[in-house]
């Protein structure tokens, strides 16, 4: 990455951890849940930079993937487990990170267990590492305070423009063989459970976020509607995970982009929940590899 990549590279980081501690001291029970995510869109936007990926908010068993739409009137139940994801994107270089708030206090050591997962990690992260070792260590730590590791999320390999590029590092040992590389940048984020949860989770029928990836529409035929929706979301999002609450004038746009979406032209994200309906905690930096070890960026 050149000097100018990094620099970028290090302000979306900066940018990323100023909103998400500023989500930390927002969030409390009776918040509308649209309203949190514009406040925290409209912060990233304050600072001249883009959201890379529509702000997520899940909550208990809800693990990744959803954002309100914004007719949503839902707000921050009480004694909830509320995760906060956010991803920062500075002339297409991303941060990434997230947090968990507990309302509930029997869920805080749960979400103690996946900030201290996500710190040991980091500490073995170096050139070279085995992204299977990282899994091993989050795994560890999860499971010797009584949780559960989710299998089947895992952090990413980030790079320009492309939010999972590449290699994927799990949050369990695995038999993967890849290594982490220096002047690469990732996202670590331990996902865990309670002990009695499935330790995985399935996708749910609710899809709130979607992607336009070029290579799916690019030979293909297109009525002149699919092309004005394809440039108009390709000018806006840039290939990356946008959310129909962006668009101002989707109401015209609805049938085309639904139709899109089931014919597997435009990407979408199913909601992904523990499968035993168990209350989830998440938590995740950026990071890129230097000789020593690494830079955390968020
Ligand atoms: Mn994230
Ligand atoms: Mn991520």
Known sequence: MDVGGLDNLREAGRIARRVRERALNIVREGLSIVELCNTLEGLIMDEGAKPAFPCNICIDEVAAHYTPSIEETSIIPPRSLIKIDIGVSLDGYIADTAITISLNPLLETLVEAVNTALLEAIKVVKPGVLASTIGGVIQKTLVSK???????????????????????????????????????????????????????????????????????????????????????LYE?????????????????????????????????????????????AQAEHTIIVTEKGCEILT
Do not use: C
Request: charged share 30%; net charge positive.
């Open 146 to 232: 009584g949780f559960k590791p989710i299998k089947n999320l895992t952090g990413h390999e980030i790079s320009r423009y492309n939010l999972h590029a590449g290699l994927s590092i799990p949050n369990v040992q695995t038999s993967q063989t890849d290594r982490l590389q220096l002047g690469r940048v990732y996202a670590i984020e331990p996902f865990a459970t309670t002990s009695d949860g499935a330790g995985q989770v399935v996708s749910s029928p609710i899809m709130t976020i979607f992607r336009l990836d070029i290579e799916r529409v690019k030979n293909r035929k297109l009525s002149d509607e699919e092309k004005k929706l394809v440039e108009m």
């Open 236 to 280: 806006r999002f840039d290939g990356l995970p946008y959310t129909t609450r962006w668009i101002k004038e989707f109401e015209k746009f609805r049938e085309i982009h639904m139709k899109m979406v089931k014919t597997g032209r435009i990407y979408s994200y199913p909601v992904l929940v523990e499968e035993r309906g168990r209350p989830v």
